[in-house]
């Protein structure tokens, strides 16, 4: 008697797991195109929308408001800024250290030298 896995067998089984139903879809259009034509194309855009006037520039204060929303957003996740935190503390902590051992490198060297 055949069980589950071996009746699901046959011409899907022979398209491989799962048959062809988890196949991708081909890339058509826009994103079958290498990245430099992508480039090109969407930079020709960018030129004509200016020169058009339609095109959308940042002045300093409308930058500076969107970097403070991104920055209240992301100071909302209290276990990333935590993360952010120790990694900080960490690093600072090591290059503490590193001076302190070269410092240390450094005077024992100084101190060789008048030993006779």
Sequence with gaps: MATGKES??????AAG??????????KRGFAAMDQNQQ??????G???AHQKGTAHEFDSEEARR?????????????AH???IG???????????????AAAA???GSRQGGKEE
């Design 39 to 44: 480039r090109e194309i969407a930079s020709k």
């Design 81 to 83: 800024m935590a993360d």
């Design 105 to 107: 490198a450094a005077k």
């Design 8 to 13: 699901g067998k046959g011409a899907a089984g």
């Design 66 to 78: 969107a970097g403070q929303k991104g920055g209240e957003a992301v100071s909302r996740n209290r």
């Design 46 to 48: 960018g030129q004509a």
């Design 86 to 100: 120790r990694k900080g503390g960490e690093s600072r902590q090591s290059a503490h250290r590193a001076a302190a």
């Design 17 to 26: 797991p799962g048959g062809p139903a988890q196949k991708t879809p081909a």
